[in-house]
């Protein structure tokens, strides 16, 4: 889950912009796509008003887009045309930082690999299941089965929550 040299840039313009609108940024991706690219915000409430279950709104998000077009304006670190989506990270939110899954102990997560993990047969570049624990090297996770994985956090290409109704 390193960040690309662009998006370590772009978060650095952006994460000012997104904070004077009193949420604050969740991740961002870049996807160059030809001539026109795609940059989608990912915000979030702030923890204090999360505390009080408040959430992400549509003028949230109408208010970060028209904060950062201003910012990128300015700036303009994208070369030709793209579009700006602002969203919340949703209940199957994808991880940015190895920071973030702390907060999700205990709940189900997916992962992509970049080098399988496994013996034999059985290698995967996937797994999925209970997130145990995480600390600054590796985290601990139980498939549905019961197998247990130790990944290091190095080898994770991307993460995501897996939303399970209640």
Known sequence: MKLSTKVAELTNIIAPAVAACDVSLWGIEFAPQGRRSLLRIYIEALPEDQA?????????????NHQVSGILE???????????????????????????????????????????IGTGDQKRRKATGTLDSIDDK??????????????ALSNIDKANLVYEDA
């Open 138 to 151: 590796v985290l601990k996770l139980t498939s549905s089965d019961g197998e247990q994985f130790e990944i």
């Open 52 to 64: 009080q279950d408040k959430h992400v709104t549509i003028e949230d998000c109408a208010a970060v």
């Open 74 to 116: 300015v700036h303009d670190p994208i070369a030709g045309e793209y579009i700006l989506e602002v969203s919340s990270p949703g209940f199957d939110r994808a991880f940015f930082s190895d920071e973030q899954m702390h907060a999700y102990v205990g709940q189900t997560v997916s992962l992509r690999l970049i080098q399988a």
